[in-house]
């Protein structure tokens, strides 16, 4: 491997690292809110999980990664795993 190849793979792999972390964040930031929702819907007695706003939110995700240059049915699996986690967390916070 050349010493520019070389370059060249750090500096993307240093923009992917940079990516991460901020979908780390990103996803901490989205929690929070997932989070008082289900506070909400413990106080209020409301099921931890909502199917349509779920298939909406699929449906509107999708849609916005075809927008975006990305497989949708990979936007509709990281969804549906986002959502299955904030189902737990709605849960547990019924308990």
Known sequence: MTDTT???????????DN???????????????????????AEHDLPPADPEREE???????????????DPEFAEKFLNFIIAEVIHHHENARA
């Open 56 to 70: 909406r939110q699929i449906t509107r995700l999708k849609a916005l990664a075809i927008d975006a240059d990305l």
């Open 6 to 16: 070389r370059a060249e793979l750090e500096e993307i792999r240093a923009s992917i």
């Open 19 to 41: 990516i991460d972390a901020a979908l780390i964040h990103v996803l901490a930031e989205r929690f929070k809110y997932t989070k008082r929702v289900g506070r909400l819907k």
